[in-house]
């Protein structure tokens, strides 16, 4: 049984990370947020202590080691995306190895100052990257490795998640914590793509606004248009009469691939890997971080060459801005 820790334990995804520290056997001793609506630890771990205040935190956490004999072996984080480098040099520089949720960080330098921290604490960090793990999308991995090499594939990339006004209020609108549209909702599906079909030849943008963003990539081994928005207005007609404010589509040479499913035990398969050694480490993540990166400060193109069908769809005003 191994120790953990948890920060941003009130956030939207730390129950995937509680249920997963549960499943695989182990134990979470201290968690860790600035907002203290975190009722649901009682369903996986309420002996674990809980802080408010980082320092406290910290503290804690160099008591338990001291005077118990403790010793945290992980510290999962689930913060904002800005908060990660952060969090994860202090999961290191507290003895334990950091497993953290997508975007590993916000720019490409942030690699290298991780590893650096690596080497000198000899900890590991470890990024959730469960597109990965995904039994679909691991059989598209294998059907392409045994495909025509030299073939180029042509995909077609669609995800629309509706958010309301309160994502602008929040760090998700905020492009300098969030990395904006790409690095929020992109950033895993763009790192499978690149897992899959290899290296980035040419990345064209052609919208970028508050609410989407769209482009042309081409991998080694793909031919990409995508369009990503949180904008609702943007949803299919057959969606919106189902009641459903999320849709996610990708085809392969115009073939559906289903992977809609699956999705529930993602972050346990995920832990079970890293456990045993097998997780994705920093340069995993390096191309994924350099190619939203440089959609976040490329400019746009407009409407040229080979560009996503939606991404003529007319564009929406900010919800903060003045009529």
């Not at 118990?68 to 908060?83: A, E, F, H």
Request: net charge negative; with cysteine.
């Amino acid at each position: 049984m191994k120790n953990f820790a948890l920060i941003g334990a009130a956030g939207y995804i730390a129950p995937r990370h509680l249920n997963a520290i549960k499943e695989t056997n182990n134990n979470l001793v201290a968690a860790l947020d600035t907002f203290d609506s975190v009722g649901i630890m009682d369903s996986y771990f309420p002996n674990a202590d809980f802080f408010v205040e980082f320092e406290r935190f910290d503290r804690h956490i160099y008591k338990l080691k001291n005077d118990k004999g403790i010793q945290l072996d992980y510290t999962s984080i689930c913060t904002p995306n800005y908060l990660h480098d952060a969090h994860i040099r202090t999961a290191l520089r507290v003895g334990s190895d950091a497993i953290c949720e997508k975007p590993l960080v916000l720019n490409p330098w942030n690699i290298d100052a991780l590893s650096k921290v690596e080497e000198a604490t000899g900890k590991r960090v470890w990024n959730i990257l469960q597109l990965r793990v995904h039994p679909s999308i691991i059989a598209l991995k294998n059907k392409i490795d045994q495909g025509p090499k030299d073939k180029i594939y042509d995909i077609d990339l669609t995800y629309l998640t509706s958010r309301g006004h309160w994502y602008y209020t929040s760090w998700k609108g905020d492009v300098d914590k969030s990395g904006g549209i790409a690095t929020n909702i992109g950033v895993h599906f763009f790192d499978m793509l690149s897992w899959i079909f290899g290296g980035v030849k040419s990345n064209k943008i052609h919208v970028h606004t508050h609410d989407r963003a769209s482009g042309f990539l081409e991998l080694d081994r793909a031919n990409v248009r995508w369009f990503l928005s949180i904008d609702e207005n943007v949803l299919p007609k057959e969606v919106v009469e189902k009641g459903q404010r999320t849709f996610r589509s990708i085809t392969v040479e115009g073939d559906e691939l289903e992977f809609s499913g699956g999705f529930t035990d993602l972050h346990t398969t995920s832990y079970t890997e890293i456990l045993a050694g097998n997780g994705y480490g920093v340069e995993e993540t390096r191309q994924a971080i350099e190619l939203v990166y440089n959609i976040r400060h490329a400019t746009p193109v407009g409407l040229t060459g080979d560009y996503h069908p939606l991404a003529k769809l007319p564009l929406s005003s900010h919800p903060f801005s003045k009529k």
